[in-house]
């Protein structure tokens, strides 16, 4: 197990190196610099400028300058937030208030809105099978596949925001500002999730150890609970990793559309603004996380299906 | 097990007493059945039309402005209302349809090509070519795929045809994995070692043998992937990286409406519904084709 633990987490380094390596690359082929303006700067004031953020270095001195310094946790210089660093952009403030602080805040409670509201769905679904509730349920959670989340962001506003009136347009902070936009984030894994479940829960429920549960006088609440929902959930928790990452990822538009101060926003601003140095914190950050989510994946995997582990070595 | 073994028994039985065809057209026959599905199929179709056909079937052109009515709400002469310079939204979204078909379509092509040669090297030759082209394909699919196509716009600037190519150096992994592991499992099988056998070439088999027999999962991939692409696009649109202006795409009218959502939402709601329906019929046909041509899958998905 430990054998298996290391050897996936090694994949982290090469992982890495190429996220680095491409986006290291597609920055410096950009057209126009972070110093480009429309008024252009003095050549004097702009040579400083690139020397003090070592842009007038050759290319693989300024990457292995990143990586060096990444190495160490230290994002570098915004180039567009002057005197502030990547980290401080991104961690500054502390929790709960940092950028990275309140994607994490939002990430989390869309995965809770997407599992509390997916494993009942398909749970229900698949028990009641092939009845009006679970065509109904499967209709619903292919809606929720379907719809992009800044359009399902931006009807909700407009249903409960504008015209009722009941929740706030937008910001983070209060309850009532979390309501929408983690129901925005989590529908889409809500409904993945549920379409998942049903799947493999109709897949358990056939299985001869279930009848045995059954035959022996297990009250069906018993077998479905103590049963059928442990082994169902296995194939979930596969996605739910990669999920997650991507969530979060995708999150991004969710924050644009709520004005909510997370990395998201700061990774918009960034493109336009070509701040070489953020777009390359936030998607490392983003990748790290994705590649970390996917190992977890892996591992808890492993622990909770034995038969994997044989086969990995 | 029991169970399963009477299951299958019983629609052999079923399958001798059936006239024989062929396997398409048995799988279209199970797709045919499928309500959802052809209803997908059928508003797929309308919209492709209506791409098409834009300069003829919509009442405007995308262009035609007029400031007197700008930003009214659905009226008679314009069923969708106009936007803040006066342009009809119903037309804009039919011209708006040309862009999601085209990445649709280009897409799918550019997965197919770029996926196929990829998968089929790694998946006939196998051993040590195999794992290392899968390592890379491992290594790029650990990339935030939509961070990635992004990343690729900021380089190249907006345009549509920037945007196949950022949809291109990403969407052809998926479709490399699928064909990799079908060829894996197919040429293990005993008319390919016997096609081997005779001195059929590798290009042979793969085109007579291992390809016919990967077309099923294929067709379902590619279907499945085409919601994706649409995102994709209506998000770079978006985000003001997808197709520029004046030519409309369906993200990129969201993006021009959704500030002034509160006094007139007309100009967020369609696009978005466009972009919703259209998805969400390519999911259902996609969904509809996968348990018709993978009988195995049927009432379990």
Redesign the interface.
């Known amino acids: 197990m430990l054998k298996f633990i290391i050897r996936r987490s090694l994949w982290l380094i090469p992982v890495l190196l190429m996220v680095s390596i491409v986006t290291f690359t597609a920055m410096k082929l950009v057209p126009g610099g972070p110093f480009t303006r429309e008024k252009p700067l003095p050549p004097k004031i702009r040579a400083n400028l690139e020397a003090k953020y070592h842009l007038d270095e050759p290319a693989w001195k300024q990457y292995l300058r990143y990586l060096w310094n990444l190495l160490h946790f230290d994002l570098g210089p915004s180039y567009k937030y002057y005197g502030r660093t990547i980290n401080d952009v991104m961690f500054g403030g502390g929790w709960p208030k940092c950028a990275a602080c309140v994607s994490a805040q939002l990430g989390l409670i869309a995965v809770f809105v997407a599992l509390g509201i997916g494993i009942p769905l398909g749970i229900i679904s698949a028990l009641k099978q092939n009845t009006w509730i679970d065509y109904l349920c499967m209709f619903f959670s292919m809606l929720g596949v379907s719809i992009p989340n800044f359009v399902l962001g931006l009807f909700l506003i407009w249903i409960f925001a504008v015209r009722l009136g009941w929740l706030p347009v937008a910001r983070w902070g209060s309850p009532s500002q979390v309501v929408l936009p983690s129901i925005t984030l989590g529908t889409h894994g809500a409904a993945l999730i549920a379409r998942l479940t049903r799947a493999s829960m109709l897949e358990v429920i056939r299985q001869d150890y279930i009848r045995t549960a059954r035959a022996k006088g297990l009250r069906e609440r018993a077998v479905i609970v103590g049963h059928a929902l442990k082994n169902a959930l296995i194939p979930v928790t596969t996605v739910v990793g990669p999920l997650m990452a991507a969530w979060m990822t995708g999150s991004f538009l969710v924050e644009h559309v709520f004005a909510i101060p997370g990395i998201g926003k700061f990774f918009i601003t960034s493109v336009t603004d070509r701040d070489y140095t953020l777009i390359m914190g936030t998607i490392m950050f983003y990748a790290v996380f994705l590649v970390v989510m996917n190992i977890l994946v892996d591992i808890s995997y492993a622990f909770l299906d034995p038969r994997i582990r044989l086969y990995e070595g | ?1 029991a ?2 073994e009477r299951a299958v028994s019983r629609a052999l039985e079923l399958e001798l007493r059936r006239p024989s065809v062929s396997l398409w057209r048995d799988a279209w026959n199970r797709l045919a059945k499928n309500k ?1 599905a052809m209803l997908g199929l059928a508003f797929v179709i309308l919209v492709a039309l209506a791409a098409v056909l834009a300069p003829w079937v919509a009442p405007y052109h995308y262009k035609d402005t007029d400031f007197k009515n700008a930003r009214k709400p659905p009226s008679r002469e314009h069923i969708m209302g106009t936007d803040k310079l006066g342009r009809d939204v119903f037309s804009r979204i039919i011209w708006g349809a040309q862009v999601s078909v085209t990445v649709a379509v280009v897409g799918s092509l550019t997965a197919l090509v770029i996926g196929l040669t990829y998968g089929s090297i790694s998946g006939y030759f196998g051993g040590r070519i195999d794992n290392y082209m899968m ?1 890379f394909v ?3 699919y ?3 795929t ?3 196509i ?3 716009m ?2 190249l ?1 907006p345009g549509l045809i920037n945007v196949f190519i950022g949809i291109g150096a990403v969407g052809w992994m998926r479709m490399a994995r699928l064909v990799r592991g079908q060829f894996l499992s197919l040429k293990e099988k005993e008319f390919v070692e016997a096609a081997r056998m005779v001195g059929v070439k590798p290009i042979g088999i793969i085109a007579r043998h291992l390809l016919p027999n990967s077309l099923g999962p294929i067709i379902v991939a590619l279907t499945l992937g085409v ?1 994706g692409l649409i ?1 994709t696009e ?2 770079l649109s ?4 997808g197709v520029p202006p004046p030519f409309p795409s369906w993200g990129q009218m ?1 993006s021009e409406g ?1 500030r002034g ?2 006094a007139t ?1 007309h100009l ?2 369609f696009p ?1 519904l466009a ?2 329906l259209f ?2 019929a390519f ?2 046909l996609g ?1 509809g084709l996968r348990d018709a041509l993978d009988p195995m899958m049927r ?3």
């Open positions: 097990m169970v399963r959802m390592r491992d290594v790029m650990a990339f935030p939509l961070l990635f992004i990343l690729i900021v380089v600037g919601p995102l209506s998000v978006f985000i003001g990286l969201i959704w959502m509160k939402p967020t709601i978005g972009i919703s998805m969400l999911n259902f969904d009432g379990v998905s």
